[in-house]
């Protein structure tokens, strides 16, 4: 397996091994499916390179979570229709899958999450999906497209109805008349901010395994303001991490995609939040296995979550 030159985090090489690491991270730069703002292309390396520059100890759980070790694989050259593309993640996706690496991917527009999702549907029988996003990405189809940004949970639900939208403050008719009619599960900004909002209540209903979509433009622009449909109003930095530790320390996490940060050349705030996002949330994954009991090897010795 070909490694990036950028590795995330600047690991030394023993904790980037390929064979001997237990996280993988493919970068994915795609931004086909885009309707508004540009720029998810360059994204993956925006995030690399800030990721550079982060402390490698976490604050809250008192420790260095990488030594399991943390590979990220070469950036593919991605061309050719949305359909290729999706062929594309799926077949990366279900390589690494298939060697049992615990994947994250960074986008990349949201198109891409379909074809990540259905390779750990078939070979890790993942059934349920956390989507954090501005947008519910429900429409049928978009500006003539199936394989639009906007319809990517469209096709998620074509594989599982077990979803579960998180942040969301922008949504069509259709969308919203589909969430009653499908009886779809949606934690709106305003639920967050006007009511009292029970997580763990909608998170028993979900089946194991899990896989989370972030789409960045749930995060309010204090934290990442770099994203093609920004919607004002959204997540603080405290919030999100306080709903990830509940989501990874009751469910059994499987895959992880963020999506949708544009790079742009004038910011350097909104990547580094997304490499910190990344690794707080492979620390979760780690500290969620701590807490089962298990030892985290010092060295990368193999896949083991
Ligand atoms: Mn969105």
Redesign the pocket.
């Known amino acids: 397996m070909n490694l990036n030159k950028i590795q995330f985090l600047g690991l030394e090489p023993e904790f980037t091994d390929f064979k001997k690491s237990a996280v993988t991270i493919l970068p994915f730069p795609y931004e086909g499916g885009v309707s508004y703002g540009r720029g998810t292309k360059r994204a993956p390396r925006a995030v690399l390179k800030a990721s550079q520059y982060l402390e490698l100890y976490d604050e809250i759980y008192n420790g260095e979570f990488y030594s399991m070790g943390i590979s990220t694989v070469k950036q593919p050259k991605i061309s050719g229709s949305p359909e290729k593309m999706i062929k594309k993640i799926y077949g990366l996706t279900s390589d690494l899958i298939k060697k049992n690496k615990f994947v994250c991917v960074i986008g990349g527009d949201?198109s891409i999450s379909s074809g990540f999702f259905r390779a750990l549907n078939d070979y890790k029988g993942v059934k349920s999906v956390i989507q954090f996003?501005?947008?519910t990405?429900l429409r049928d189809s978009y500006e003539g497209s199936k394989l639009s940004?906007a319809c990517v949970m469209a096709r998620i639900r074509e594989i599982t109805k077990n979803t579960l939208h998180i942040g969301i403050r922008?949504m069509c008719t259709q969308e919203a008349e589909r969430i009653k009619t499908e009886n779809i599960k949606i934690i709106t900004m305003h639920d967050l901010r006007s009511k009292h909002i029970q997580l763990e209540s909608f998170l028993k209903s979900l089946p194991d395994p899990v896989f989370i979509t972030f789409?960045v433009?749930?995060l309010d622009w204090s934290v990442v303001c770099s994203?093609g449909?920004p919607?004002p109003g959204g997540l603080l930095w405290h919030e999100t991490l306080s709903m990830l530790e509940k989501i990874f320390f009751m469910k059994n996490v499987t895959g992880i995609d963020i999506v949708?940060l544009s790079g742009r050349k004038n910011d350097l705030n909104s990547p580094f939040a997304v490499a910190k996002l990344l690794y707080k949330m492979i620390t979760l994954k780690a500290v969620s296995f701590l807490k089962q009991g298990k030892a985290l090897p010092q060295t990368p010795s193999g896949p083991i979550f």
Do not use: G, R
Request: cysteine-free.
């Open positions: 949201h996003d501005a947008h990405d940004h922008s789409d433009d749930v994203t449909t919607e949708e």
